[in-house]
């Protein structure tokens, strides 16, 4: 199982960037999305997840109204479309895909988001 995340990069306030996690070796429409990001001596905290039909959405209140998660099953893909961002948004952003049947979970490598004048 392979969770490659992508899209992360250095960005002005008020910028916008949309992150990928390509998901492979997995059944994809079994597992729930989660998107993580931990900044520097903080703990790491969930973002956003949409559940294995898409059909359920969550996420944390410092993101909600600018963040949305989305999924793409023919490509295996979730996406988090990040939009006025801030500096406090800045943190490594790590996919997760889980399925609550058999707790089951993976994670990715994780991707830099800093935002920054």
């Known amino acids: 199982v392979q969770l490659v995340e992508s899209g992360g990069g250095l960005v002005q306030p008020g910028g916008a960037l949309r992150l990928s996690c390509a998901a492979s070796?997995?059944?994809?429409?079994?597992?729930?999305m989660n998107w993580y990001r931990q900044a520097p001596g903080k703990v790491r905290e969930l973002v956003a997840l949409i559940s294995s039909d898409g059909g359920n959405l969550y996420y944390t209140d410092a993101v909600k109204g600018r963040f949305t998660i989305s999924r793409d099953s023919a490509k295996n893909t979730a996406y988090l479309q990040m939009n006025s961002l801030k500096p406090e948004d800045t943190a490594v952003y790590y996919c997760?895909?889980?399925?609550?049947?058999?707790?089951?979970?993976?994670w990715g490598q994780g991707t830099q988001v800093t935002v920054s004048s």
């Open positions: 997760k895909a889980s399925r609550s049947s058999d707790l089951t979970m993976y």
């Open positions: 070796g997995l059944t994809f429409s079994t597992y729930a």
